[in-house]
C-alpha cells in the first residue's frame, strides 16, 4: 500500500480514503463541532498525508500516522475557532475525575455490608441480540456517547465502535495506557448507566 502510494497509485489512495474517511471525520467532528470544519480537517490531513508519504518511517501503522496528523490538525482548529477545549488542556476537565458509578447504589460506610450494591445493576445485556441491535438502542447509544466528555468520546468511538486496539487509540491521541484504560472504562460505565435506566423505564410500561 505505501509503496503504491508513494508511486501516485490513485486506486490505492482512493481505497485509503474509503477505508478511514468517515472514521477520520467523526474524529474531527469530535473536536470542531463543525461539520464543516471537521470536512476541511480531513481535507487537510490527506494532503499533508500525500506530501509527508517519503518520509514516513513505518515506525507506527500507517493508520496511526494518518490520524495522529488529522488528531494535531483537529486540535489546532477547534482551539482557533474557540469551538471547543485546547487538546492540551483536556487532562484537567474532570473526564478522570469523580466515581465511575454512582455511589448512592452501594451500601453505606455504616452499613454491614457496606460497599456492595444497593440497587443491583439492570442484567438489559441478557436480552434478545435483536432488541440490543434495534435502531432505538443504537441511537440511544449514539447519544449517550454525544453527552460524555470529549476524550472519552474520542476514545470509545475508537475502541468500541470503530474497533481499534489500545495501543493504536493511545498513539493517535496521545494518551498513555492507564489514562486511556481509564477513559474508556468510564465512558463504558456512562453509556451502560443510561442503557439500563432505559431499559428498566421499558419494562415498567
Known sequence: MIAALRSGDETAFRALVKRHGA?????????????AVADEVVQ?????????????????SLKTWIFSILVRRAQTRGARERRTTPFSSLTRTGDDDGPTVDPDRFLPADHCAAGYWSITPGRFFELP????LAAETVELVEEAIGRLPVRQQQVIRLRDVEGWDADEVCQSLELSGPNQRVLL???????RAELEQYFAEVVTL
Open 23 to 35: 472514521t477520520m471525520r467523526r474524529v474531527a467532528y469530535s473536536f470542531v463541532s463543525d461539520e
Open 185 to 191: 472504562h468510564r465512558a463504558r460505565a456512562a453509556v
Open 44 to 60: 487537510e490531513t490527506w494532503l499533508a498525508v500525500i506530501r509527508g508519504l517519503d518520509g514516513f518511517e513505518g515506525r507506527s
Open 129 to 132: 441480540e435483536d432488541r440490543l
